[in-house]
Every structure is written in structure tokens, then in C-alpha cells.
């Protein structure tokens, strides 16, 4: 079972930009959604969220460059990154908080595989 695929990720120079996705399988209702990044030699940090009513929060290292949405079925997420830098270089993970399709109808906390976003100078 995979609950969340990403893809996206890849090679791009410094001032660049790279749009990554996340879709979320059916087996779940998702609220809200976030992506995350792990430098190497990093802590997983947070970079954007979305809640079910659209409000978004950013960390100010990619306020006014990064840019979070979903889909009108609310199961696929984007974060559209411009102007990128080479600290903007990592892993990123998509994130879902949700609660599984059918009884007991549990919460489920889901993680992607993570996307590889690489920035050369």
C-alpha cells in the first residue's frame, strides 16, 4: 500500500525552478498537507502547509519564492519553487494527516518516499 507518490524533483541551476507533485490514494480522506525537506547532515524541516480550508504557512527561508496549493479534490498537492538556491538543495517529503476510508475509520499520519531537488550555483 502506498498512500502518498511524489514526483518532480531533478537537477536545476541557482534562480531556477521545479514544480513538485503529491497525489494521495483513494483509500483515505485527506485534511491537511505539508511538505517537508532534509538537507544531508540535516533535521527534516518543514517548508510549506495547507490545511482543508486552503490556509497556508510557510518557513521564512522560502516566504515569497515557494508557492503551496491542491487540487480541487484536495488529494494532490504542488509546491511550485521558484528562484531556487543551492541551500535550497534536499530531500523533500510530502505529508498527510487523514483518516482511512471504511471502519474503524482510523487516523493515518502518511509520509511520501521523498523527491530529490538538487540546486547547482
Known amino acids: 500500500q502506498v498512500d502518498l507518490v511524489e514526483s518532480g524533483g531533478g537537477l536545476v541551476q541557482s534562480g531556477g525552478s521545479l514544480r513538485l507533485s503529491c497525489v494521495a490514494s483513494d483509500i483515505f480522506i485527506v485534511h491537511a498537507m505539508a511538505w517537508y525537506r532534509q538537507a544531508p547532515g540535516k533535521q527534516r524541516e518543514s517548508v510549506a502547509s495547507?490545511?482543508?480550508?486552503?490556509?497556508?504557512t510557510y518557513a521564512d527561508s522560502v516566504q515569497g519564492r515557494f508557492t503551496i496549493s491542491r487540487d480541487g479534490d484536495k488529494k494532490t498537492l504542488y509546491l511550485q519553487m521558484n528562484d531556487l538556491k543551492p541551500e535550497d538543495t534536499a530531500v523533500y517529503y510530502c505529508?498527510?494527516?487523514?483518516?482511512?476510508?471504511?471502519?474503524?475509520?482510523?487516523?493515518?499520519?502518511?509520509w511520501g518516499q521523498g523527491t530529490l531537488v538538487t540546486v547547482s550555483s
Open positions: 495547507i490545511n482543508n480550508v486552503g490556509t497556508t
Open positions: 505529508h498527510a494527516d487523514g483518516t482511512v476510508l471504511g471502519p474503524p475509520f482510523n487516523a493515518i499520519d502518511a
